[in-house]
C-alpha cells in the first residue's frame, strides 16, 4: 500500500508563489507516473500537471509557464512550484502517483488560498 503526504499550501498573495511537496511511502516510487491535481468549490477536480517516471512533464494550459512539476525518485517526492499565482489557482491540491492517469494512490490534499 502507498500512502502519499502532501504539504507546502497556505495562504499566498496574487502574484506570490508556494511550492507543494508530496511524500511518498514505499519502494515503487520511481515507477509511477505522478501527477498534481486541483479542485476549487463547486467545480470538479482538475488535472494540473503531470510528469512520467523518465521525468516527461504535461501542463494543463492554464498553468503552462507559471507552474513546474518536479520529482526526486531518492526521496520519493513530487512537488509542484508554482509562480505568479491568480486568484483563479485557489483550491484544494492533491497529488497522485500510479502506472498511468488517473492515478491509483491519492493524498489528502493541501489547501492553496490566493489573497488579491
Known amino acids: 500500500q502507498v500512502q502519499l503526504v502532501e504539504s507546502g499550501g497556505g495562504l499566498v498573495q496574487a502574484g506570490g508563489s508556494l511550492r507543494l511537496s508530496c511524500k511518498a511511502s514505499?519502494?515503487?516510487?520511481?515507477?509511477?507516473?505522478a501527477a498534481w491535481y486541483r479542485q476549487a468549490p463547486g467545480k470538479q477536480r482538475e488535472l494540473v500537471a503531470t510528469?512520467?517516471?523518465?521525468?516527461?512533464?504535461n501542463y494543463v494550459d492554464s498553468v503552462k509557464g507559471r507552474f513546474t512539476i518536479s520529482r526526486d525518485n531518492a526521496k520519493h517526492t513530487v512537488y509542484l512550484l508554482m509562480n505568479s499565482l491568480f486568484s483563479e489557482d485557489a483550491a484544494f491540491y492533491y497529488c497522485?502517483?500510479?502506472?498511468?492517469?488517473?492515478?491509483?494512490?491519492w493524498g489528502q490534499g493541501t489547501q492553496v488560498t490566493v489573497s488579491s
Open positions: 497522485g502517483i500510479g502506472a498511468g492517469i488517473p492515478p491509483r494512490y
Open positions: 514505499g519502494s515503487s516510487f520511481s515507477i509511477f507516473v
Open positions: 510528469i512520467t517516471r523518465s521525468g516527461n512533464t
